[in-house]
């Protein structure tokens, strides 16, 4: 594997709704990616939005500070 590649080698399984995985086939093939990598995508960023410390991306292995969540404004 050439020094520019990321390994991905954990395995990370859930059960769905019918239909979803031809969604997600369907929304990676628009992006001209495989549905792991949209997958991969999707996860990180519903995860950094959340406020979650992910794994660099880099080959680092300390957790990345994700990026402030914007401020909630209240209800009138």
Not at 14 to 27: D, K, T, Y
Not at 40 to 56: K, Y
Request: aromatic share 4%; net charge positive.
């Amino acid at each position: 594997m050439s020094a520019d590649r990321i390994e991905f080698s954990e395995p990370v399984r859930f059960r769905a709704e019918p239909g979803l995985n031809h969604a997600v086939a369907r929304a990676a093939r628009q992006a001209r990616t495989s549905s792991a990598e949209w997958m991969r995508r999707a996860l990180r960023e519903r995860l950094a939005a959340d406020g979650v410390a992910l794994p660099a991306l880099d080959g680092g292995d300390g957790p990345r500070t994700p990026p402030a969540a914007p401020a909630m404004r209240q209800a009138a």
